[in-house]
């Protein structure tokens, strides 16, 4: 058996009720038919952690857009994420905040 070195990122703490920002890289094509890369830049409400510290481990990520609700499932250990930057913090007693799909509730912060 082979071993092999994965290498291992470390991210903030990102827990469900937790607002994050998350920089992601993003390929595009010119009009001219070039690659360019750029980061993109996603900020929202962590609705859910699946997988724990495995490496297909995801989180869910939801914003308010111009009235209209965005989701964004990100992979964790992908190479594309470069930096994932906690703002808040809230208190929750859910470890899956599908409820706030459907009502506008607002969550209680805790202090960073």
């Given at each position: 058996?082979k071993n092999i070195q994965e290498k291992e990122v470390i991210y903030p703490e990102v827990k469900p009720g ?38 297909g481990a995801t989180i869910t990520v939801r914003k308010i857009s111009h009235s209209v609700g965005v989701e ?41």
């Amino acid at each position: 058996m082979k071993n092999i070195q994965e290498k291992e990122v470390i991210y903030p703490e990102v827990k469900p009720g937790t607002t994050v920002q998350i920089h992601q890289k993003i390929k595009e094509k010119t009009t001219k038919g070039e690659e360019k890369e750029r980061i993109q830049v996603f900020e929202g409400i962590v609705l859910a952690r699946k997988k724990k510290k495995e490496i297909g481990a995801t989180i869910t990520v939801r914003k308010i857009s111009h009235s209209v609700g965005v989701e964004k499932i990100f992979p964790l250990y992908s190479p594309l994420i470069t930096k994932i930057k906690v703002l808040k913090k809230a208190k929750v007693r859910r470890a899956k905040l599908y409820y706030l799909k459907n009502y506008k509730k607002r969550l209680k912060e805790k202090t960073l």
